[in-house]
T-cell receptor, first 113, second 116 residues
Framework: KAGVTQTPRYLIKTRGQQVTLSCSPI?????VSWYQQTPGQGLQFLFE???????NKGNFPGRFSGRQFSNSRSEMNVSTLELGDSALYLC????????????FGSGTQLSVL | AQTVTQSQPEMSVQEAETVTLSCTYD???????LFWYKQPPSRQMILVIR????KQQNATENRFSVNFQKAAKSFSLKISDSQLGDAAMYFC?????????????WGAGTKLIIKP
């Protein structure tokens, strides 16, 4: 069974640009959540989607957005990139039940120059 | 708001020995879930062990066990017979049991070094 796939693995952008990250969950999983990991702030929750609906959102500005498609694949978008957006972005999938084991991808390392 | 604190930025242990990683949390809720995740250099978070707050019995998974002290809001991870493959960042995480809250709240992590 294939794991959670995140693409791309590495990304370099400049300030002011926008970026889209992709996450393909494990087959059958309907929930995808996103986390930002930085050395300074640690791991912070961005948002969670289940069956194309956002169920939870963390405390991030509106520049951070996401969506989920009917095949459960998810994308997150960051517009008008800032230097502070440089981070490892992790996505996790599960069947969607309330407290289940989350399966994480290996992340996308975003560098903003 | 809930917080999770890991006071040990780094720990080291000799291979085959036992090590305990500390985690404390703050919450006003009575029902919640606690987790330990491992993040090796591959960056992929892997669930090590999970504890439901309403269960008094400490969770165990092979060489990994927890000491859950609800009153003290403490949730430590014990790794027995440490192996080289255990070297990684370990994160403690909290999740509310409220039906509408799906997010994990994370500690800052502890880097575990295994000495051969």
């Amino acid at each position: 069974k294939a794991g959670v796939t995140q693409t791309p693995r590495y990304l370099i952008k400049t300030r002011g640009q926008q970026v889209t990250l992709s996450c393909s969950p494990i087959s059958g999983h309907r929930s995808v959540s996103w986390y930002q990991q930085t050395p300074g702030q640690g791991l912070q929750f961005l948002f969670e989607y289940f069956s194309e609906t956002q169920r939870n959102k963390g405390n991030f500005p509106g520049r951070f957005s996401g969506r989920q498609f009917s095949n459960s694949r998810s994308e997150m978008n960051v517009s008008t990139l800032e230097l502070g957006d440089s981070a490892l972005y992790l996505c996790a999938s599960s069947f969607g039940g309330f407290v289940e084991k989350l399966f994480f991808g290996s992340g996308t390392q975003l560098s903003v120059l | 708001a809930q917080t999770v604190t890991q006071s040990q930025p780094e720990m080291s242990v000799q291979e085959a020995e036992t090590v305990t990683l500390s985690c404390t949390y703050d919450t006003s809720e009575s029902d919640y879930y606690l987790f330990w995740y491992k993040q090796p250099p591959s960056r992929q978070m892997i669930l090590v062990i999970r504890q439901e707050a309403y269960k008094q019995q400490n969770a165990t998974e092979n060489r990994f066990s927890v000491n859950f002290q609800k009153a003290a809001k403490s949730f430590s991870l014990k790794i027995s017979d440490s192996q080289l493959g255990d070297a990684a960042m370990y994160f403690c995480a909290y999740r509310s049991a409220r039906d509408s809250n799906y997010q994990l709240i994370w500690g800052a992590g502890t880097k575990l070094i295994i000495k051969p």
